[in-house]
């Protein structure tokens, strides 16, 4: 599912308009990001949450040329699902 299908749904099972539906869905999406941006962590019981880890500096190499190189420090969001998503994904598989 792309984010014009997911819009699309929630308009249909919400019974908004398709452009209200698309705004909803925009805002949501728009206060997560700023919350993981301020560093808080965002939890929708049942669903799931959302957090920045930070990744220290570490050492890899190229893999065209294998010279050492640096990986800088960099935070990143991570998603952890909820038990209730657990569960369901795993009933549609029985």
């Known amino acids: 599912m792309n984010k014009a299908e997911l819009i699309r749904a929630v308009a249909e099972r919400s019974g908004i308009t398709k452009k209200d539906a698309e705004q909803a869905v925009n805002d949501t999406l728009s206060v997560i990001s700023d919350a993981l ?3 808080e962590r965002v939890q929708l019981v ?8 930070e990744r220290g500096p570490r050492q890899s190499r190229n893999p065209r040329t294998q010279e050492p190189m640096e990986i800088p420090a960099s935070r990143t969001p991570v998603f952890k699902a909820g038990k209730t998503l657990k569960d369901a994904v ?5």
Not at 46 to 53: K, T
């Open 37 to 39: 941006a301020a560093g």
């Open 46 to 53: 049942g669903f799931g949450s959302f957090e920045v880890r």
């Open 90 to 94: 795993a009933g549609k598989l029985e």
